[in-house]
């Protein structure tokens, strides 16, 4: 973190709160601490937007990463097809969708010159990827997506994301892709189970457990992709793109010979999330992304309230999931409360008065998805407000 608090409030002085606030000191030192750790690798990184959700920091994304940075995943099929018309190439939709009029969107984008490939994992989604291109007179590129899930006996660990499971599975969709006039020419491997398991969390007393499934997982989950891509390979599928890795993960996944690129969004941020990791490379990444609230109550001594602030994060319902106070230091929430739709009540260090109208620093648990709550951004570089500049929420096609 670049700033103190002292230094925070003099820059939102006068600031219409609450604000989004981008470090982007920390934030370019994040992007310096990825292309270090995949030096001497031979992968490139694409950036997942959703972590991002801001096309002014994407593009920054791209130009300090250089060479070792290649394209965007995207989220949805507008989003993507937005990103397109705005100049951004070489993007990956990573979640399928079936809907005729983002899918002809998308291909629309491809007839005019855009890299765009599309992740499938069924035959209806293959099917309607098809129509898609052939209405507008293209093919498209389409991406197998892969289920990463481990089983240990009955136990299902992993995220529900794809009914592709086995080597043989990807090769039958490629096959049946592939005769309905798609190119497929990538797999998307996602291990959410070692990259979204946190494990070492405060108080925690499954951490070993969670750090022994990563342990177990990461050798299985590397031979599976590797199964995939040389089952593919031997079938006569030219893979341009196996993609894998996440944030949470990316420490390990570099090490996979058989990937050509990892994916991460997270870390350029560091929500607070990634606080309970430990793994030293995402212990080295700074926060910087925060938003500010302001404090318009003392009801006592001890207490201050904010104004606004419930802005919780997908995902299981559980205290992690909300946002955590982080300047000035010493803030708690209150656990009958905690952070609300219209007021956030905060219980007071010994020592610390907050003044009403005082700004107070939060951290969101999930990277991107606090820009949902916000139109603009204030990037704050060398001590000063450098630009205000549109989330997707404030273009004028949001997506």
Same mark, same amino acid.
């Given at each position: ?322 946002? $955590? ?10 656990? %009958?409360?905690? &952070? =609300? #739709? !219209?007021?956030?009540?905060? @219980?007071?260090?010994?020592? $610390? ?10 951290? %969101?648990?999930? &990277? =991107? #998805? !606090?820009?949902?709550?916000? @139109? ?24």
């Amino acid at each position: 973190m670049s700033l103190t608090y002292d230094a925070f409030r003099a820059l939102l002085d006068g600031e219409r709160l609450p604000a989004l606030v981008v470090d982007l000191d920390a934030f370019d030192r994040n992007v310096t601490r990825h292309v270090s750790l995949l030096r001497g690798h031979a992968l490139t990184l694409r950036s997942a937007t959703k972590s991002i959700r801001i096309r002014t920091l994407l593009r920054r994304l791209l130009d300090r990463g250089g060479s070792t940075f290649r394209g965007l995943m995207c989220y949805s099929a507008d989003e993507a097809a937005s990103l397109a018309d705005a100049g951004f190439d070489d993007l990956l939709l990573a979640y399928p969708t079936l809907q005729p009029g983002p899918l002809r969107r998308l291909a629309k984008c491809v007839a005019k010159g855009c890299l765009i490939r599309v992740a499938v994992d069924s035959s209806e989604g293959a099917t309607a990827l098809a129509r898609a291109g052939a209405s507008e007179g293209v093919a498209m590129k389409a991406c197998i997506c892969v289920d990463m899930s481990i089983t240990f006996g009955t136990y299902f660990l992993g995220v529900r994301r794809s009914p592709l499971h086995t080597p043989e599975q990807v090769l039958s969709l490629a096959r049946e892709a592939r005769t309905q006039g798609l190119e497929v020419d990538a797999i998307l491997a996602y291990e959410a189970i070692v990259a979204g398991l946190p494990d070492d969390v405060r108080g925690s007393l499954t951490n070993g457990i969670k750090a022994a499934i990563k342990r177990r997982a990461m050798p299985e989950l590397i031979d599976r992709r590797a199964k995939i891509v040389n089952l593919l390979t031997r079938d006569g599928f030219a893979l341009g793109i196996a993609n894998g890795g996440g944030t949470g993960s990316l420490e390990q996944t570099v090490h996979d010979g058989s990937l050509t690129e990892v994916t991460a969004g997270s870390g350029f941020f560091k929500p607070h999330l990634f606080d309970a990791y430990r793994s030293a490379f995402v212990r080295s990444l700074e926060p910087a992304c925060f938003f500010a609230l302001e404090v318009t109550r003392t009801p006592t001594a001890e207490f201050v309230t904010c104004h606004g602030g419930g802005y919780v994060a997908s995902g299981s319902f559980d205290p992690p999931k909300g946002p $955590l106070p982080s300047l000035p230091q010493g803030l708690s929430l209150l656990p %009958h409360e905690m &952070a =609300g #739709e !219209v007021q956030t009540p905060l @219980r007071l260090p010994r020592g $610390l008065a907050l003044p009403l109208g005082s700004p107070v620093m939060f951290r %969101h648990a999930k &990277a =991107g #998805e !606090v820009t949902e709550h916000f @139109r603009r951004a204030i990037l704050v570089q060398g001590g000063r407000i450098v630009d205000r500049v549109a989330t997707y929420r404030g273009e004028d096609d949001p997506s």
